[in-house]
Every structure is written in structure tokens, then in C-alpha cells.
């Protein structure tokens, strides 16, 4: 099984690839499938759910180690996933964390340190989003975001965390079907179980 992993700032475009990227991997006929993190339907995720919406109170450490939780409780999933799938598509994953952690002002390395347990998806793609693109698709989709500092510093954080498996793609310029012709193309050139 390949896992590839999507992800950015918010409205960068996450949920649209992962969607063409499955619809595409399902017509060459291969078994697909996508997860989203946090998984808010467990009850790691419920509670996740309940502090993003400001109904629990919890330190930004105790959250962001749920977010680790959610994926530990992930494992035993992904095993039988490892028998039965092609393709495994994470719309967020370890790296949401490191980034959005970041992006606090907060010390990373117990985040790290904890991550080491978890597989490490095959292939990262980043869609990097400046700044005033993202306060441009958050106005339309009439959810205007506050803290734009903040959604920056999550951004520049996510080029921290590159390394040899993570490839930043231009989010900004490219239509959703071009976006989804290089990852296919970088998948097929590039990755291989
Ligand atoms: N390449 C693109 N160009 C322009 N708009 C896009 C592009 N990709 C996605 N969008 C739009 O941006 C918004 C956020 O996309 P979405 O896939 O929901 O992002 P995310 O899952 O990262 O929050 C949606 O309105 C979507 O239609
Ligand atoms: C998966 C993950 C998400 N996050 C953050 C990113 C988002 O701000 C928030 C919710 O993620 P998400 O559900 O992707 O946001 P939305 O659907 O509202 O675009 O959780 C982390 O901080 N760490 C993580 O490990």
C-alpha cells in the first residue's frame, strides 16, 4: 500500500485533491481510500472537535498530544488497510501538527519525539497558499478566519518541516485539475511501494 499524504493551510485545497486524486486512482483501478484528520468521528475526535469549537477548555500542549492520540488509536485501522488497499490518502497527518504547533510559538519536540511511533506517510504533498489568497477563499466561503498571523507563521512552518519525502506545490495558481495532474504525475514517476 502507498500512503500519500495532502496537506496545508486551510482552504489551500486539501479536501478538493484528495477527492480528484481518489476519483483518478479509482479509475485505473486501484482501492482507494481517504481519511481526514482529525478523525472527529472517534472519541479522541469528538473531543478535539469540542476544544476547535471552544467547548472544553485544555492547554494547547493537551490538545495538540490528542491530535497524536486520534492517530495512535489509528494504527489498528491502518493495518487492515495495509491488507485490503492500493492507496491510502491522509487529508492531514503528522505534519498538521508539527506546523500548527509551530505556528503557536510552541516547542515541537515532544511532538516529535511522540510521532516517532507513527508511520510516516510514502509521500507529503504541501500546498502552500500565500497569505492574501487564503483571506480571499475564506471570505468566499463566508468563514473569514481571525488570526492571520497566525495562519502565516502555520504556513512558513510547514517549509520548516520539509524534508526528502514532502514536495510544496504552488496552490495559488494552478486550477484544481492541473494541481492534480502533477501530484498523479509525481506519484507515477516517483513513488513506488
Ligand atoms: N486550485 C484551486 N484554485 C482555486 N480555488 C480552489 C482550488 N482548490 C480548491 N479551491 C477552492 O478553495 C476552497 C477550499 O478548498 P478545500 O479543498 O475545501 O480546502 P481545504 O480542504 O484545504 O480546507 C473551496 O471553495 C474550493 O473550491
Ligand atoms: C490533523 C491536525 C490538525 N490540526 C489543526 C488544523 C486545523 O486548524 C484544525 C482542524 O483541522 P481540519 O478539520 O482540517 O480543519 P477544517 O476542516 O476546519 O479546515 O486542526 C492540528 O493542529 N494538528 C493536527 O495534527
Known amino acids: 500500500m502507498i500512503t ?7 482552504f489551500s ?30 472519541p479522541v475526535g469528538a473531543l478535539i472537535k469540542q476544544w476547535l ?10 490538545a495538540h498530544l490528542l491530535y497524536e492520540a486520534d492517530r495512535y488509536d489509528f494504527i489498528k485501522e491502518l493495518e487492515e488497510y495495509e491488507k485490503e488497499l492500493d492507496y491510502l490518502i491522509l487529508d492531514r497527518f503528522t505534519l498538521s501538527n508539527l506546523a500548527y504547533m509551530t ?7 515532544l511532538l516529535a519525539d511522540l510521532q516517532k511511533g507513527l508511520t510516516s506517510p510514502d509521500v507529503t ?17 463566508d468563514r473569514l478566519e481571525r488570526d492571520f498571523e497566525y495562519t502565516n507563521r502555520v ?6 518541516f520539509s524534508n526528502d519525502s514532502t514536495f510544496l506545490l504552488d496552490a495559488s495558481k494552478a486550477s484544481p485539475e492541473q494541481l492534480n495532474e502533477s501530484i498523479v504525475n509525481f506519484i507515477e514517476l516517483y513513488v513506488t511501494e
Open 4 to 10: 500519500v499524504c495532502i496537506e496545508g493551510i486551510d
Open 13 to 42: 485545497g486539501k479536501s478538493t485533491q484528495c477527492a480528484l486524486l481518489e476519483e483518478h486512482l479509482r479509475g485505473t483501478g486501484k482501492k482507494v481510500k481517504v481519511v481526514h484528520f482529525p478523525r472527529y468521528e472517534t
Open 53 to 62: 469549537a471552544g467547548e472544553v477548555d485544555l492547554t494547547d500542549n493537551a
Open 103 to 109: 505556528g503557536k510559538g510552541i516547542d515541537t519536540q
Open 125 to 141: 504533498f504541501v500546498l502552500d497558499l500565500p497569505l492574501h489568497v487564503y483571506i480571499q477563499r475564506s471570505k468566499d466561503a
Open 155 to 160: 504556513r512558513k512552518a510547514y517549509k520548516l
